[in-house]
């Protein structure tokens, strides 16, 4: 069995609240397109986050089905399976399925219910896709490991599999052991998978929600093929750079098995972004406004294209109207320069001042991301307020917020 193993391709994403990335989703589509051509793969396997929202608009939504169609169009012998990630609507991309079927493509949005005593014999059959060539698991993200649940369904295919076909396992989780470089903000809401949860009798498990491409166990990236034994965890990687902190090529992952019990051959095949992300000044010294407007003109004019963050001297003084600056400077490039307001201020000053009051520059509330942090700093302006209180009621409302918003992913 020869497939593509792709995922967190976050269709309509918005970067900075202001530019779409069509575009480089096109770029992307036309480049595994051309794959497709190349290597006639069994399969093209998409580990979760679809999406970049639950409820995206019509006009994403048309861009899914375009691409995927044209896929079909061109490729009908290739089964594609699609599962839901934490950024998907399960129920949503679930309902499509029976539509999507018709055109040889999977999808799957809603996990097994995590009490499966009450499901029909067989239940396990409603995500296992077999094909000609082997045998496909298709898991979306659910909330907490399950291992019962998976190791059922494996087991079901084990059944049912006396040709001893590939085995693949598809999930959309955070296994722990892996590189999270570029989730700082959302590690924290995530529980990991251990790896003695994921279940045996796969030949390979297709990862998505970590964006940064990696195969457990293994510092192999840099090359170009890679051979594993059975039993291989891997993350493909999001084809797009998602953030500026992701300074790694990203690329989709071809594989093939070609009997149960491995060996699985990984090639690596680069994408090839339309714009790129790149920190300023080039050389990394913290910049005062009039060096970060410069270095700005000129990587502009130098480069016509890409995503630029700042680092900025916060000991120097700043106009108030200094991003209004920066994009009335890269205006006239419609949309091609486009600036990451969230800059990186080195040098911030201790600003307390002798009568014990707290003042706050612009640039340090910028970087605060936990509010407590700001509320232990101006506590003399609140001395009735019980600070240890406060901090656990901010994590029962973040650990309901996690809840809640897994329970939306998972069941709804
Ligand atoms: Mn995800």
Same mark, same amino acid.
């Given at each position: 069995m020869r497939f593509i193993h792709t995922a967190?391709?976050?269709?309509g994403q918005v970067m900075?609240?202001?530019?779409?990335r069509e575009d480089e989703h096109d770029y992307f589509f036309s480049q595994l397109e051309g794959w497709c051509r190349t290597y006639h793969p069994d399969a093209l396997l998409v580990s979760g986050d679809?999406? $970049?929202?639950? /409820?995206?608009?019509a006009h994403v939504k048309k861009i899914f089905n375009d691409h995927f169609v044209a896929l079909h169009n061109n490729f009908p012998q290739m089964a594609i399976v699609i599962t839901a990630g934490n950024h998907d609507s399960a129920s949503r991309i679930q309902a499509d399925n029976p539509i999507w079927k018709m055109g040889n493509v999977t999808l799957i949005g809603l996990a097994p219910?995590?009490?499966?005593?009450?499901?029909? $014999?067989?239940? /396990?059959d409603d995500y296992i896709v077999a094909l000609p060539q082997g045998y496909i698991v298709a898991l979306p993200?659910?909330?907490?490991?399950?291992p019962e649940t998976v190791q059922s369904i494996l087991d079901r295919v084990a059944q049912r599999n006396s040709a001893q076909k590939p085995v693949v396992l598809m999930g959309h989780m955070a296994v722990s052991g892996m590189d999270y470089t570029g989730h700082n903000f959302e590690i924290g809401n995530l529980q990991t998978v251990d790896t003695?949860?994921?279940?045996?009798?796969?030949?390979y498990m297709a990862l998505g929600h970590i964006h940064r491409p990696q195969t457990l166990?293994?510092?192999?990236?840099?090359?170009?093929q890679s051979v594993y034994p059975t039993g291989t965890v891997r993350y493909s990687g999001s084809?797009?750079?998602?953030?500026?902190?992701?300074?790694y090529p990203h690329s989709v992952s071809l594989v093939q098995i070609d009997r149960h019990g491995g060996p699985v051959t990984l090639n690596r095949l680069r994408v090839a972004q339309k714009r790129h992300f790149f920190e300023l000044p080039a050389n990394g010294t913290p910049a005062d406004a009039d060096h970060a407007l410069l270095a700005v003109r000129q990587f502009a004019e130098k480069h016509q294209s890409g995503y630029f963050r700042l680092t900025l001297d916060g000991s120097k003084p700043f106009p108030a109207d200094f991003n209004q600056q920066i994009y009335q400077l890269i205006e006239s490039y419609n949309g091609e320069i486009?600036?990451?307001?969230?800059s990186i201020w080195a040098n911030?000053?201790?600003?307390?001042s002798t009568d014990g009051e707290t003042l706050f520059e612009v640039a340090e509330l910028q970087q605060m991301t936990d509010p407590m942090e700001f509320i232990r700093q101006t506590q003399s302006h609140y001395p009735e307020l019980d600070i240890e209180q406060l901090a656990e009621a901010f994590k029962e409302v973040e650990a309901e917020l996690r809840r809640l918003s897994e329970n939306t992913n998972s069941e709804s």
């Open positions: 967190d391709l976050h269709l900075y609240q202001d530019y779409t679809i999406f $970049d929202i639950q /409820q995206p608009g219910a995590s009490d499966t005593s009450s499901l029909p $014999d067989g239940w /396990q993200f659910m909330t907490g490991a399950r003695s949860q994921l279940g045996h009798g796969f030949d166990g293994y510092n192999d990236e840099h090359q170009p084809p797009l750079h998602v953030s500026c902190d992701e300074k486009r600036f990451n307001p969230k911030i000053p201790d600003t307390t």
